[in-house]
């Protein structure tokens, strides 16, 4: 049992206020500040604290609270990200300049501290640690401009600090597990799939470029490799089944019905379920190409879909509604967070989207659109009793609010390097997340006859191990028996989720090769002979459509 407590933040030192006119820097007074229409409050209510803005006019863009209080001297510190991982996650000593999203870990002097937000704040918050204290930033932005709230009292965030000790005999499970306890009380109510999630994805090998006949038969290549396994595997169709598809391009609706390749998209899910899968679906709700939309449903910024709309919300609903009523019970729906502000997660450096544009509602704040269309999601597809996959999704805004989340950018099936980089990183340091927030899938094994098997072997196992969501994208043909032989025995793992192995060594290595659950240890080896591939660092934050 760890020695853990929680603890509050007490009262700020200094806040700053930037409106889109003014920018004050003030003393804190107690539990509150206030300057021209402007009020900001921390209240304490059984044990936790909150933190509340309320302006009559004034068009406030974003809070900036600074608690002065040193932190130890020699400490590792790990934060964590806008949306998914680039593989960029690790345990680093201190540097003020490292901006760390929604909450961070401070390990030293055999403790480590947690300091975050709950989950589902109304602002776009991030941390930042220096020697003298800590400064936690509010984005209260609508979009790229203040908001407008018209004299409501706007609760920004729930504040949440921790410290546990730590046993420096095993400092890493250790670590791993206070971590997991924070994450826990940062989200009181996450929903979560009612068996384990695992089965194929085709993008991996298809990038796209696929056909009803292609599913169905990738459908009884699963089958084959999952055969006696009691869970039923999902079969996810991926980009390729929309009437619009472009194999150069990345578009949208309108999700009214499949193209040419994929005819009917109810019988195409009836197949699959009288076969023995599970049919899920990818599809990308914000882009839509529908020309009867009218202008004042998109945005300024990319003419995507504006959620803060009602009628652009209800029209999302309808889409989600008409997918499940197909008979799709995996709803993996991808590119919001780049829909909505037009930056993808590593280029929020560190605010998320441009200025000088806002979304229809002005009197909300950025992540309260956010929150408004994971919910919009969640609700339309709850009568079908279907899951939620976000795909480049906000894992702290949409915990609650989707079952599983795709916590690192894409992996491969071309490179190695990219999947070592993109999905060992994001597993490792996000799987505290995991059954906390929701269930995390650090993303596909890409097996097309392009990466070496005893990779992929290795890369497949981890997930399984690890208990985590398991999706392969196996193109038929390319294993041998024996390999497949081995695949058969990790997908039976991957049904039932009994394991849930830990990096033993996170706070050491940004690629941790050893994983323990209890008394079992595996050790991984990531590296290729040869030494890291050059190719798979080129197109290296983002690379959804694969390098020729």
């Known amino acids: ?22 920018n004050y820097i003030l003393q804190g007074k107690g539990s ?18 909150d933190l509340f803005l309320t302006a009559d006019d004034s068009a406030v863009e974003w809070i900036k609270l600074r608690w002065n209080r040193p932190l130890p001297q020699k400490v590792k510190i790990l934060g964590d990200a806008w949306e998914q991982g680039y593989g960029d996650f690790e345990w680093r000593g201190m540097c003020v300049g490292r901006f760390m999203p929604w909450y961070f870990f401070v390990s030293a002097e055999d403790k480590l501290w947690g ?123 991926d980009d390729c089944w929309q009437e619009h598809h472009r194999l150069d391009d990345y578009n949208g609706g309108p999700w009214r019905c499949g193209n040419s390749k994929f005819p009917d998209m109810k019988g195409l899910a009836d197949k699959l379920t009288a076969k023995g899968v599970r049919p899920g679906i990818w599809v990308r709700l914000l882009q839509n190409e529908d020309e009867t939309i009218p202008d004042i449903w998109r945005l300024p910024l990319n003419q995507c879909l504006d959620p803060s709309h009602p009628e652009a919300l209800d029209y999302i609903k309808q889409d989600v509604k008409r997918i499940c009523a197909w008979g799709y019970t995996l709803i993996k729906h991808d590119f919001s967070t780049y829909d909505l502000f037009g930056r993808w997660g590593f280029e929020m450096n560190p605010l998320v989207t441009e200025s000088g544009w806002h979304f229809y509602n002005r009197s909300m704040t950025s992540a309260e659109v956010v929150k408004l269309f994971y919910q919009a999601v969640y609700d339309a597809a709850k009568p079908y009793n279907a899951l939620i996959l976000g795909c480049n999704t906000i894992g702290h805004l949409g915990a609650g609010r989707m079952h599983i989340s795709r916590t690192g950018d894409d992996t491969s099936g071309l490179t190695w390097e990219r999947t070592r980089r993109m999905g060992i990183n994001t597993l490792a340091f996000r799987l505290p997340q995991h059954k906390c927030f929701f269930d995390v899938d650090a993303d596909c094994v890409g097996i097309a006859g392009n990466i070496p098997w005893k990779l992929n072997r290795q890369w497949a196992d981890v997930l399984a191990e690890s208990g985590t969501p398991l999706f ?55 590296f290729e002979d040869a030494g890291p591939d050059l190719k798979g660092n080129e197109n290296l934050y983002h690379a959804y459509i694969p390098l020729s």
């Not at 206020?17 to 003014?22: A, D, G, H, L």
């Not at 597990?177 to 999630?197: G, Y």
Request: aromatic share 10%; charged share 25%.
């Open 32 to 49: 509150y500040t206030s300057v021209s229409d402007i009020l900001v409050e921390i209240q304490e209510e059984n044990g936790h604290e």
């Open 1 to 22: 049992m760890m020695n853990k407590k929680r603890l509050t933040f007490g009262e700020f030192d200094f806040v700053t206020i930037k409106t889109e006119t003014e």
């Open 115 to 237: 300091y975050g937000v709950k989950v589902r704040p109304s602002a776009m918050c991030y941390w930042q640690a220096d020697p003298d204290g800590i400064t936690l930033m509010l984005d209260v932005r609508c979009g790229g401009k203040g908001v407008l709230l018209h004299g409501r009292k706007l609760k920004m965030a729930e504040l949440v600090r921790m410290e546990t000790e730590i046993n420096k005999e095993n400092e890493g499970c250790d670590t791993f597990h206070a971590a997991q306890e924070f994450c826990r009380m940062m989200c009181t109510d996450p929903i979560l799939p009612t068996s384990p999630v695992y089965g194929s994805n085709n993008w991996y090998y298809a990038y796209g470029s696929s056909s009803e006949e292609e599913i169905l038969s990738d459908t009884d290549y699963l089958l084959e490799l999952t055969q006696g396994a009691e869970n039923p595997p999902y079969m996810v169709i």
């Open 472 to 526: 392969i994208s196996a193109k038929p043909g390319i294993l041998n028996q024996k390999e497949k032989d081995e695949l058969r025995v990790i997908l039976q793992k991957a049904s039932a989720q009994n394991k849930h192995k830990i990096p033993a060594d996170w706070m050491d290595t940004d690629c941790p090769r050893i994983w323990i659950d209890g008394e079992e240890t595996s050790e991984y080896h990531w």
